[in-house]
C-alpha cells in the first residue's frame, strides 16, 4: 500500500526512474511502470524513494516556482529549462549530433554510431531515429570510463529492461529482462552487443590507453640515452 505522502507527490510518468537489480546489474524505467510493481521490486523501491523526497520537498518546490526571478528578462526561459535538467524530468538523456554519441573520458574518447547499435539491436521498431530519441529522453544510456568499462541499457514499456556490460577486464555480461523477445533474439543480441561493446569500443579504448603506456616507456628510454650520453662525456673528460 502506498504511504499518503507517495499519493501526494506529483512524479511524472515519463520520468526515468533508474535502479539496480538483485544482482546489482542497473536497469531503468519509467516511474509509470515502476509505481506499479511490487513493493520488493528494486525499481518500486527506487520510485518509492524518489516519491518520499519529492513529497518532503514539494512545498519548497512550489514556493520557489511561485518566485519572480530578477536575474532573467522577460520571456526568458532558461532557468526553467535548467530546472528541468536538474530534476532528471528533461535533458536527462544523451546528446545525439549527427548520427553519433561521444563517451568516454579525458583522452580515451570514442564516437558511437547510433545507426550501427540499432542494426545491432535488430528490434522491430527500434531504428536508428528512434534508438537516437530513447537516449535523448534518457530511455537509453551507454557511457565508458577510461580504464575500458562500457555500460549499456535500454528500456522500453513493451519491451522491458536490456543492460549490457564490458569490465576494464574485458568480461561481457548480458541482461534481458523481456517477455516480448524470443530466446533466440535475445541471443543474437547478446552476441551482436559483445561484438560492438567489447570486440569494439572496449578495444578501442584499450588500444588507446596501450598507445599512451608505450609513449611514456618512449620517453623513459629517450630519459636514459640522454643519461648515457651525459656519462659518456665526462668519461672522456676524465681520460683526457
Known sequence: ??????????????KIVKYKDKDGKPGQMKAGSAKTMQTDHPAKIAWDKMAEKDS?????????????????????????????SVDGSAGKGQKVVDGKITI?????????????????LNIPGINAKTLAKKFESGDADIDAD????IDFSFYD????????????DGHYDFDAQSSSLSDEQQEEMKDGL???????????IKS???????DDDDEDMDDDDEDMDEGMIK???LLR
Open 1 to 14: 500500500m502506498l504511504k499518503l505522502k507517495h499519493l501526494l507527490s506529483e512524479i511524472d510518468d515519463e
Open 56 to 84: 518532503e520537498g514539494g512545498d519548497d518546490k512550489k514556493d520557489d516556482s511561485q518566485k519572480v526571478s530578477f536575474d532573467r528578462t522577460a520571456g526568458d526561459d532558461t532557468a526553467s529549462k535548467s530546472d528541468d
Open 104 to 120: 568516454g573520458e579525458d583522452d580515451n574518447k570514442i564516437e558511437v554510431d547510433v545507426e550501427d547499435l540499432a542494426n545491432t
Open 146 to 149: 577510461s580504464d575500458g568499462r
Open 157 to 168: 514499456d513493451k519491451l522491458g529492461n536490456i543492460s549490457a556490460q564490458v569490465e576494464d
Open 194 to 204: 559483445e561484438d560492438i561493446l567489447k570486440y569494439q569500443y572496449h578495444d578501442e
Open 208 to 214: 588507446g590507453i596501450e598507445d599512451e603506456d608505450m
Open 235 to 237: 668519461l672522456k673528460d
